[in-house]
């Protein structure tokens, strides 16, 4: 997870560690007793923790924690709204865990998965709406909207019909707009969405944009894992199996020559390529950050990436 410009992580043994945006190691000296299960950005002054079921905010500058609540069983954080209110994940819905209020979708982009306790991917834009993502391969996935101030599901409108694909594992915000990116099976799609209305953008499969050849020389779309946005740049990246790669947003999104290859597979030494839905994200300085599957943090400065394990 990225803040400002100070990298945070979280180790398998439930330790917070914390790195400069040149991989140098910070002290961290919050104070937590237990094992943190999970973080969670929250604005750019901190983050949330979540050790268990009770939640902390850490301040990113003063490595200082502040209880905020206890989660109930059986639910997963999901966001500290613009009031300070908890949201998380019940086994049917959104539970505010401030109030004890419980929401429940009644419409759903999958008629066969419409919800599940551990959403792939959420996020908090700056309307205060709650953007949730599911992505479960091939069984499926889904998208939903919550807005958290008028506290109610919202729908979401698609202009085509290859946009309709609701696998999400990733999301990025570029100003008013929300970038998802989700994929199957060889299959990914990325949709742009402003004013809660979808255009497909980009598509990678078998018929187009693909970039490799599979055994018997058929063709195969590309696994399209997360995306995120450099403001300095003014550009959209994503990573794939195929490597990470760039494009003006500004730009046609949709044929794969536009984006260019900046970090080819070939980097990522003993097959630690690209984590499956892991964040990706960059610091103030543009230092692109990304997991890879050795667990190991990935820093990309434009010329090098760096492994830090």
Known sequence: MVLDSTIWALGVNGVLSSFTSQGEKRPVSIGL???????????????VAVCGQVVYWLSSRSNRAALLGKLPAKTAFLALDGQHRLWAATETGLLNVTTKQRFDPVASLNPYYKWDHQPSVALLDAADKL???????????????FDTKQQTFVAVAFRDTLACLPLANSFCLVGAQLYVAGGVAGSSCITRFENLQAKHVFHSNYKENYRIISYGGTPRGEDIR???YSLAEQCLYYYSDQGI???????????AE??????????FSNHAFP?????????ADNKLVLLVQSSAIGIWDGQVLRLIP
């Open 258 to 267: 536009t984006w260019q290859l900046v970090c080819a597979p070939d980097v």
């Open 131 to 145: 953007w949730i993502g599911f992505d479960r391969g091939e069984w499926g996935g889904n998208l939903h909207v």
């Open 226 to 228: 997360a995306i995120a």
């Open 245 to 255: 790669f760039r494009a003006k947003s500004a730009t046609e999104l949709a044929k």
């Open 33 to 47: 007793k237990e094992p943190v299960t999970s973080i969670h950005r929250a604005g750019q002054q901190g983050f």
């Open 275 to 283: 984590s499956t839905g892991s964040e990706m994200g960059f610091t």
